[in-house]
């Protein structure tokens, strides 16, 4: 009765170790080119948001900073990463602020925004999100992310009837929650933008 126990222990230990050897081979072949993916959609959104910049680079902050920064403003928000938006010539042309708005309607969604130097809105584009396909998701469609381009206010409001105003953003019809959550998301870059970045316009 014991060999049995310890046979079979053996074999499940073979069999433990055979998996995990598989599942490490499989992760050092996919790692790579997952990473790639992922770099290439965040490329992606940084270029459709300022289509006229030849490169972005890295804008190191600090991130504990900035998050209580947003968080004392009362956006529960946090600041994901920022990128230098370059023209060919190397000079600054605004940044890239991504963000991750924590209130959705269905949870987080996250989101790029090109701010220009002197503070307008190129506009954003989303590269996460759990919001619910034919409501949220309408946060993706033109009718609803151009109210955000081309605007260069300090904060955005949510309205349900038309805007009558560039800080007004007519919601999405039943998907108020997500509607706030992108404004409030362009509240707490801008917030920064305005308190850490907008004095370095080149």
Known sequence: MNKKIVHDALILFAFTIILGFILGLVYGITKEPIAAANEAA????????????????????????????????????????????????????????????????????????????????????????????GLGLKASEEEFYSQFEGKNVETFEVVKQAAVSDEQIEAITGSTITSKAIANGHNAALLYFRTKLGGEES
């Open 42 to 133: 965040q490329q992606e959104a940084y270029q459709a948001v300022f289509s006229d910049a030849s490169s972005f680079e890295t804008y190191e902050f600090d991130a504990d900073e900035a998050n209580a920064l947003v968080k004392d403003a009362g956006y529960s928000d946090t600041i994901d990463d920022i990128q230098s938006a370059l023209d060919a010539s190397g000079n600054l042309l605004g940044y890239v602020i991504t963000v991750t708005a924590k209130d959705g309607s269905q949870g987080s969604i996250t989101f790029s925004i090109g701010i220009q130097t002197n503070g307008t809105v190129n506009g954003y584009s989303i590269t996460d999100t759990s919001e619910t396909p």
